[in-house]
């Protein structure tokens, strides 16, 4: 899993049947410092996270083949919204709080 913050929402209106009904963040990873780096990814929501939020993101290695309705073609999701982030004993990030070091 990865820390990232949501900066966006993606839309698409042509797209496999198997992804009507999911939300699509753009997410901006961080790092240990809890800097924004400049890499950006599209992910599924799954559990209704709003921009400017910090999240998990569960990423695979290969996506599912297009054609098989049984599973969604994602390569990455968001799995949680974080509430704090520690390093080393001191706090980086708390969502309470809006702090971020």
Do not use: C
């Amino acid at each position: 899993m990865q820390l990232a913050q949501v900066r966006g929402t993606v839309v698409s209106t042509q797209k496999l049947p198997a992804m009507r009904g999911i939300k699509l963040l753009l997410l901006q990873f961080i790092d240990q410092e809890g800097n924004l780096l400049p890499r950006y990814e599209v992910a599924a929501d799954q559990v209704g996270a709003g921009v400017g939020e910090w999240v998990l993101v569960s990423r695979r290695a290969i996506a599912p083949h297009p054609e098989d309705e049984k599973q969604r073609p994602l390569d990455a999701i968001v799995v949680g919204i974080v509430d704090t982030v520690s390093v080393d004993k001191n706090l980086l990030y708390s969502k309470k709080d809006e702090y971020r070091r």
